[in-house]
């Protein structure tokens, strides 16, 4: 079975400072990862996927992820935080027939001036 | 830029009520998806549905729940007896081919409230 557990409840960093989100997954055959982005009264924003092409991805707003398979890990990072980025982020894996997602539990990232 | 739009962005219910969550996917899209948020807790897969059947359902989507394409555009949650635990953000999405990798975009959510 997928699942993808997310390392950090919360995460709290200063404004200018770099940004690490953790994930790692579950999976019996090689993974589709994504990391979903939900700011305050929005929907779910796709940042980035991996699906088995090259294993460091980048996204929107400066983000990237690497796939590593020997860590079974899907990590999400920015070089530089900013106000604009404080949200819930959630790691997923995709899972079944028809794709549906299986996401983690969500990572609340704070954003300190 | 196409979106997914869902109507209302916040419904309240008393028990045993019935509910009818509205959803207008991306247009070339053609599987659907309903996902759903308890407070505090993680996003859950509902139901996925193509070719107006439902492809796959999760253990949640039990008789209680249904879904319909009724005019090409929409694309609907029925919950027939509310319950107190249907209380949820319900989350809409469509992805144009519906295998795992294609990208899900999701709608704005539904705050469902069950009083």
């Known amino acids: 079975a997928q699942s993808v557990t997310q390392l950090d409840s919360h995460v709290s960093v200063s404004e200018g400072t770099p940004v690490l989100l953790r994930c790692n997954y579950s999976?019996?055959?090689?993974?589709?990862l994504f990391w979903y982005v939900q700011h305050p009264n929005k929907g779910l924003q796709l940042l980035l996927k991996?699906?088995?092409?090259?294993?460091l991805v980048k996204g929107i707003n400066g983000f990237e992820a690497e796939f590593k398979k020997s860590e079974t890990s899907f990590h999400l990072t920015k070089p530089s935080a900013h106000m604009s980025d404080a949200a819930e982020y959630f790691c997923v894996v995709g899972s079944g027939n028809t794709g549906k997602l299986i996401f983690g539990q969500g990572t609340t990232l704070q954003v300190k001036p | 830029e196409p979106e997914v739009t869902q109507t209302p962005s916040h419904q309240v219910t008393q028990m045993g009520q019935e509910v009818i969550l509205r959803c207008v996917p991306i247009s070339n899209h053609l599987y659907f998806y309903w996902y759903r948020q308890i407070l505090g807790q993680k996003v859950e897969f509902l139901v996925s549905f193509y070719n107006n059947e439902i492809s796959e359902k999760s253990e949640i989507f039990d008789d209680q729940f249904s879904v319909e394409r009724p005019d090409g555009s929409n694309f609907t949650l029925k919950i027939r007896s509310t319950k107190l635990e249907d209380s949820a953000m319900y989350f809409c999405?469509?992805?144009?081919?519906?295998?795992?990798?294609?990208?899900?975009?999701f709608g704005p959510g539904t705050r469902l409230t069950v009083l």
């Open positions: 999405a469509s992805s144009e081919v519906g295998l795992v990798g294609d990208t899900q975009y």
């Open positions: 991996y699906t088995s092409a090259a294993t």
């Open positions: 999976s019996s055959y090689s993974p589709s």
